[in-house]
């Protein structure tokens, strides 16, 4: 199949007329009545089958609702996609975001040093390196306390100041990297365009000591740029003096000349390129808080753990191939069990925030309801993902996952080492992380196997109380397990989350690196900020509803 067939020419056959498509649909009807109890109780190996293992995660698939016919069929399906091609076409850094002829090349940024990849005539590899050593040498100088604010203190507080991609990635690292930070160095994220993130994160803070870092690819986010210079504006009138700039800010950004007029030297700007995709960018310079809290070496790790499932991804067989099990197990929810969402359980607390960067990498990805070739899709795309730490979403919404209507495959994800053998030093506790991980299999279980009418009147529980204790089971979950929480294991984690979303992008044959759908958004919040400003209450022409809710805004405002 040629490249231009695959990326902008002549769509592939119609998703929902392909014959891979058409035998799911019939092999649905047959595997959607069976249970999982069936299932494992016809192949006592079903567990220890169904898995595959790849850059330190091991990922035991077998509590899903397939058999092997499923799989072959799924991986048919893949293959009539030309996913072999695309992932091939990502890899090379062909324009595999159609609707901005731009490549998606994020796996440039974890690439290792010396290798190189020559997009339109430019070594990629080696500007993602320098730039890394650029910010090697801030973070380092930030770290071991020569690099000093304009009052000549140290610098103790880092305030990461974006939104989207440049928030949600160094944010959630941060957080599940924490146990590798250096300690006597603070970090806060602010992103929302409520004043109240940036004054809540600067609550305390002594400018002196602290140091922004403005990260927005564009340069242009109403948010980002707004919390920026109220940043500069705090900043300066605490230091008295414009000049504390240059010792107080740094830029993260592709818009040199926009973080020029911010008023940011070239010096202290990391720059990183249009290929990269805002929710794939945790990886590039959007991470220099990161790299400041962890130090370089471990960032390094971090990226190395990217490149190793980068490389299973682009290499592997697809029958054991992480990512793309993945990817195709949820096409296999989406679209033949119509689930709407997925549930992402960690069950670790310091990966509190993965739920809400899978979302973003997720439904800004695959939230898309037309073909690359701009023809309305007759099939769903992205599920809804969602999700919390356990086991705190054990005592919230797991009732809904194991008694409720809808179907909601979940996807668990342990660790076999915690980071803290002891809750406290000294305490006498049973090992905290066997209680967790407990916990952890324990879900999986119930979720696949339930408990049976049977099982529950043996209990000995009345006639009018059974149905309700009953659970039917057959709810599908996905395990992943990795020896421990380390910068490398994240990488690889977050890794094969973004090429299992680029694998549901290409069966749906949409574009899974545009956003067009946050633009609409944005262009009336900003005629409507230019209403709300008025002095003059001009005449509202918005819909009957908004004209009546703005009205009523701005009475009680002046109230
Ligand atoms: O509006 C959506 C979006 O463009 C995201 O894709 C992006 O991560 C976020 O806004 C922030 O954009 P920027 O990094 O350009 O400020």
């Known amino acids: 199949m040629s490249r231009t067939f695959l990326l902008v020419g002549a769509t592939p056959p119609p998703l929902t007329s392909r014959r891979a498509w058409k035998a799911l649909a019939e092999h649905h009807r047959v595997i959607g009545a069976l249970h999982l109890r069936q299932l494992f109780a016809d192949d006592a190996r079903r567990g220890e089958r169904l898995n595959a293992e790849a850059a330190g995660w091991y990922l035991d698939y077998s509590k899903n609702r397939i058999n092997d016919e499923t799989l072959r069929l799924l991986l048919a399906l893949g293959d009539s996609s030309g996913l072999r091609e695309r992932i091939d076409a990502m890899f090379r850094g062909d324009p595999v975001n159609t609707t901005e002829q731009r490549a998606a090349l994020h796996t440039a940024l974890r690439a290792p040093a010396g290798t190189q990849l020559r997009v339109a005539g430019i070594d990629v590899i080696a500007e993602v390196q320098t730039v890394l050593g650029r910010m090697a040498a801030f973070a380092d100088a930030l770290r071991g306390g020569q690099w000093l604010g304009y009052t000549g203190k140290r610098i103790r507080n880092i305030v990461n100041i974006g939104i989207g991609g440049s928030d949600l990635g160094p944010a959630m690292a941060y957080k599940a990297l924490r146990h590798y930070s250096q300690r006597e160095l603070h970090f806060r994220f602010v992103s929302n365009l409520d004043a109240t993130a940036l004054v809540e994160a600067t609550r305390g803070l002594d400018a002196a000591e602290t140091l922004f870092i ?4 564009t340069f242009t986010t109403l948010e980002t740029l707004t919390n920026g210079h109220a940043a500069r ?37 990391f720059g990183f390129w249009d290929w990269v995709g805002g929710r794939y960018s945790v990886d590039s310079a959007i991470g220099l808080s990161l790299m400041i809290a962890i130090g370089p070496e471990q960032f390094r790790a971090m990226l190395a753990g990217f490149h190793a499932m980068d490389t299973h991804f682009h290499s592997a067989p697809f029958g054991r191939n992480l990512p793309v099990l993945l990817g195709l197990l949820a096409v296999w929810y989406t679209n033949f069990f119509n689930a709407q969402t997925q549930a992402v359980l960690p069950y670790d607390q310091y990966l509190q925030r993965l739920p809400a960067y899978l979302q973003q990498l997720t439904m800004e990805s695959n939230g898309k309801q037309v073909t690359l070739a701009g ?9 809804i993902v969602w999700g919390e730490a356990g086991t705190n979403g054990q005592h919230s919404f797991y009732q809904l996952l194991h008694q409720g209507t809808a ?26 992380h066997n209680l967790l991980m407990a916990n952890f299999f324990a879900q999986t279980e119930a979720l696949a196997f339930g408990k049976t009418a049977a099982q529950v009147r043996a209990e000995g529980t009345a006639d009018k109380l059974v149905p309700h204790r009953v659970l039917e089971g ?78 009523r805004y701005q009475r009680l405002r002046q109230e």
């Not at 403005?214 to 690819?217: E, L, M, N, T």
């Not at 979940?410 to 090992?431: R, T």
């Open 375 to 383: 023809m309305r899709v007759n099939y769903a795309t992205s599920p």
């Open 214 to 217: 403005v990260c927005s690819k």
């Open 407 to 432: 179907l909601v495959p979940c996807d668990f994800i342990g660790f076999c080492q915690g980071l803290h053998p002891q809750a406290l030093e000294g305490s006498q506790s049973d090992d905290p």
């Open 474 to 551: 057959n709810r599908p979950s996905n395990t992943l397990l990795a020896q421990q929480l380390t910068p490398g294991a994240l990488g690889a984690l977050v890794a094969l989350y973004e090429h299992s979303v680029f694998t549901q992008g290409v069966i749906w044959n949409i574009d899974s690196f545009d956003q067009w759908g946050v633009e609409l958004g944005k262009a009336l919040a900003n005629q409507t900020a230019a209403e709300l400003a008025s002095v003059h209450a001009p005449a509202l022409e918005h819909d009957s509803s908004t004209n009546t809710l703005m009205r």
């Open 233 to 269: 504006t705090w900043c300066v009138a605490q230091l008295g003096d414009e000049r504390a700039v240059a010792r107080h800010f740094a830029a993260v950004s592709t818009n040199a000349e926009g973080v020029a007029r911010f008023g940011i030297a070239p010096a202290q700007m």
